[in-house]
């Protein structure tokens, strides 16, 4: 993965699934019986804290839990897992993002992400958004990568990995439907008369997803399915590679 590709972020975000302590501590997570088992035992809902980052302005520790309202912020080469509700979110490196309240305490209603980039797994359940200063993404059962590019006037990018989102972006208005990545760029000005733009995959994988869903008992389409498709920005699975041919037996 090449770092033109990766638009300013660093490798390791995008390959931290990879790393030993995060697999254990999301099969701790599992075993221990994910959020209902931490909220009974009033454990903290947090999966992994990499780093320096703060709670509501104040430095968080593993041991505390996360809840709706709350403000999180983490620094340079930090990173915060967590599951809140049916949702589990991956917080990357200098983001700035707020988790406002549902229907419940534990049920978010609205992702807002100010800087930064987050990729997030969500179950199904009431409509949800995600909001960041130039889009708003109606969300059902999904799972999603949102960043904020604030060297380009706050343009956000959004994938739509898997599921139903409902786009809209200065008045322009899109429904995504995929199986997977189907990708849109939020523009800060217009780009041929249009702020929602179509976009390539940028900055996330597959292996994310998966890893985030597992925390909540879910699987992505691809692995339901048992195929993946083409990061081509369209985001269906017919779109298909070209399978190589076989090659001739000797004679």
Known sequence: MSQHTLQGRVESEVTWFQRRDTLKAAA???AMGGLPAAMAQQRSNVV???????L??????PQQTIQTGDEIATGPASRLIFVLGNASFNVRQNSRMTVERGATLHTVSLLRLLTGAVVSAFGSGPNRSIVTPTLTAGIRGTGVYTEVFADQANRSYFCNCYGTVEMEAGGNRALSVSSYHQSFWGEAS?????FLTPAPALNHADEELEFLARLIDQRTAWQIAGRTGVKDGRGYMEQRPPEAHPAMPRS
């Open 28 to 30: 701790a997570w599992v």
């Open 48 to 54: 992994e804290l990499l780093g320096d980052v703060l």
């Open 56 to 61: 509501n302005g104040r430095r968080m520790l």
């Open 190 to 194: 217009p780009q041929a008369g249009r």
